[in-house]
């Protein structure tokens, strides 16, 4: 892996554009937990990914659940919360602005739910919209799961995009174990790809490909008039900067996953092309039009193509207590 790649150069400069120089000074600090806290911290976050795109939402919500309209929310809670038949109670872990877990506290399902965070900005916000939809049973912690002490154990545990930024999953996967119930489930909704998000070269020689393809009226950064040219793996730098705990393990994930849980099921739903090759002009395919329809289809089936014969960079999963090995 680089420690400076062409990708970090184009997008430093692109930030350095939106949000000014004192926007880089707050990642200058020696303490890694706190260059994390600072990154989750800083606010508005542009809609330049793919999972600001609700074409791509829909796509994740057809691959998981089977209808472009049921996100795995609603799933999850119907085909596993309802049968348990009692009051539930649930964990979240990395809950960022809490938009999960209200939609799962706003189900008829769970008694209390307990959702950490370890920015305090997103626990402030998160802590206002609960309040804004009269939910008494949603509360939210700012915490790192080291700190946190549970006094009681979940029906249900759920890591939402937060899993990969734990380092040494194979160590900490245990101790989820014991939090949870024994007839308890585990749900994750995660990257699992390679850790720092290095993107392969036959990921990136695709992406590229397709990349030249697109006009150039949807291949402009957001706020910006200059066009995406190429897309590279960030580099150890950038990634240690801005975010350590970015994919710090995530390659870890889905074997200590097996090694601690039984999985009920697991769908995979891409990315490994999506992610990259939208990554700075998502917001050219937001509202939908005929040409932008046209072009993501023309994405999700050259993704569809490539993740036949490898891995999907990103998961979602339930899981019991247990380990792969019941299942032999």
């Not at 395919?285 to 329809?293: A, N, S, Y």
């Amino acid at each position: 892996m680089r420690i400076v790649t062409y990708s970090d150069i184009i997008e430093f400069r692109e930030k350095l554009y939106l949000k000014g120089l004192h926007f880089f000074l707050g990642k200058f600090n020696f303490s890694a937990m706190k260059r994390a806290r600072n990154h989750w911290n800083s606010g508005y976050m542009p809609p330049d990914n793919w999972w600001n795109i609700p074409a791509v939402r829909e796509r994740w919500n057809k691959k998981i659940t089977g209808h472009s309209e049921q996100n795995y929310i609603e799933y999850v809670t119907t085909k596993y919360v309802k049968p348990m038949n009692r009051a539930c109670s649930m964990l979240s872990i990395g809950c960022g602005t809490g938009s999960q877990e209200i939609e799962f506290a706003l189900q008829p399902y769970f008694e209390t739910i307990d959702a950490l965070d370890l920015a305090d900005n997103n626990i402030v916000y998160a802590r206002e919209h609960a309040t804004q939809k009269g939910l008494s049973n949603l509360h939210f912690f700012c915490s790192s799961l080291q700190d946190f002490k549970p006094q009681k154990k979940y029906d249900l545990i759920l890591f939402h995009s937060s899993l990969h930024h734990i380092n040494g999953v194979s160590e900490v996967l245990p101790e989820i174990k014991q939090m949870l119930k024994e007839d308890g489930i585990l749900v994750i909704h995660e990257y699992v790809g390679p850790n720092r998000i290095a993107w392969t070269p036959s990921q990136l020689e695709l992406v590229n490909q397709i990349l030249g393809q697109i006009p150039f009226g949807y291949r402009t950064y957001y706020g910006s008039r200059r066009i995406k040219k190429k897309q590279t793996a960030p580099g150890t730098l950038r990634m240690i900067l801005s975010d350590p705990s970015e994919a710090v393990d995530s390659s870890s994930i889905r074997k200590a996953l097996l090694q601690n849980f039984k999985p009920l099921e697991e769908k995979e739903y891409g990315g490994n092309i999506l992610a990259p090759l939208l990554k700075g002009i998502s917001h050219h395919f937001i509202t939908e039009t005929k040409e932008t329809q046209s072009l993501l289809m023309d994405f999700f089936k050259k993704e569809d193509i490539f993740i036949q014969n490898t891995p999907s960079d990103h998961l979602f999963g339930v899981y019991a207590q247990g380990n792969a090995t019941d299942l032999l």
